[in-house]
Nanobody
C-alpha cells in the first residue's frame, strides 16, 4: 500500500514558478514509477511528467517540455515537479501518482496505469 500527499500548489502570476512535492508513505517508493498529472475543469486528466524508479529516465508532455522538471529523492520518499514560466493554461489541480513496478527503465503516462494517487494540489496562474 502506498499513500501519497501532494503539496506546493498556489496562486502565481504568469511567468512565475512553483515547486510541487509529493511524499509517499511505505517502503515501496523506490520500487515505484511516478507521475505528475493535471486536470483542468471540463478536461480529462493528463500526464505532464513521469519518471522511472531510479529517476534515470523522464517523460514530459509537449506542452510543458523545457518548462517543467520532474525529479525524485528516493531517500526522502519524495517526487518533485519544478514548474517554471507558468502560464494561465497551466491552471489545474495537479496530482502525483505511483505505480509499483519491477521494470527499472519504464515510465508510464496513462492515468489507468497508476493505482495510487495523491489528493491533488491546486495551481492557479493569473495573467
Amino acid at each position: 500500500q502506498v499513500q501519497l500527499v501532494d503539496s506546493g500548489g498556489g496562486l502565481v502570476q504568469a511567468g512565475g514558478s512553483l515547486r510541487l512535492s509529493c511524499v509517499a508513505s511505505g517502503r515501496t517508493f523506490s520500487s515505484a514509477a511516478m507521475g505528475w498529472f493535471r486536470q483542468a475543469p471540463g478536461k480529462e486528466r493528463e500526464c505532464v511528467a513521469a519518471i522511472t524508479r531510479s529517476g534515470g529516465i523522464t517523460y514530459y508532455a509537449d506542452s510543458v517540455k523545457g518548462r517543467f522538471t520532474i525529479s525524485r529523492d528516493n531517500a526522502k520518499n519524495t517526487v518533485y515537479l519544478q514548474m517554471n514560466s507558468l502560464n494561465p493554461e497551466d491552471t489545474a489541480v495537479y496530482y502525483c501518482a505511483a505505480r509499483p513496478t519491477s521494470a527499472e527503465y519504464n515510465y508510464f503516462y496513462q492515468p489507468n496505469q497508476y493505482g495510487y494517487w495523491g489528493q491533488g494540489t491546486q495551481v492557479t496562474v493569473s495573467s
